[in-house]
Nanobody, 127 residues
Framework: QVQLVESGGGLVQPGGSLRLSCAAS????????????MGWYRQAPGKQRELVAT???????NAADSVKGRFTLSRDNAKNTVYLEMNSLKPEDTALYYC?????????????????WGQGTQVTVSS
């Protein structure tokens, strides 16, 4: 009922920067009434998926210690979009980055709330 479209991944050298975007939209006639939280997780080969950063509808952010001071998450509520600015990238940041959103939608007088995931965008940090 909600589609998350990710963009911005790629190959970058250590110390470089990338910007990821994730836009949410309703499908099958459903409209988005609220996005309670939205953000990014990542999964490196052979490792579990881990939190990168999330932001609530009130603007409160939560980020992994490993990215604090280097990554910045922002949100455009009007566009249902989040942006992850990643600076000073390290090889250990290499992973598949997944957008995640906790979304309420509306259709035919019915509200639904669920958690959605994007398909993932690859970030590779290598010289």
């Amino acid at each position: 009922q909600v589609q998350l479209v990710e963009s911005g991944g790629g190959l970058v050298q250590p110390g470089g920067s990338l910007r990821l975007s994730c836009a949410a939209s309703g499908t099958d006639g459903r409209s988005i009434t609220n996005i309670y939280a939205m953000g990014w997780y990542r999964q490196a080969p052979g490792k579990q998926r881990e939190l990168v950063a999330t932001i609530t509808d009130s603007g409160m952010t939560n980020a992994a210690d490993s990215v604090k001071g280097r990554f910045t998450l922002s949100r455009d509520n009007a566009k249902n979009t989040v942006y992850l600015e990643m600076n000073s990238l390290k090889p250990e940041d290499t992973a598949l980055y997944y957008c995640n959103a906790d979304v309420e939608t509306f259709l035919h007088m019915t509200f639904m709330k669920d958690i959605y995931w994007g398909q993932g965008t690859q970030v590779t940090v290598s010289s």
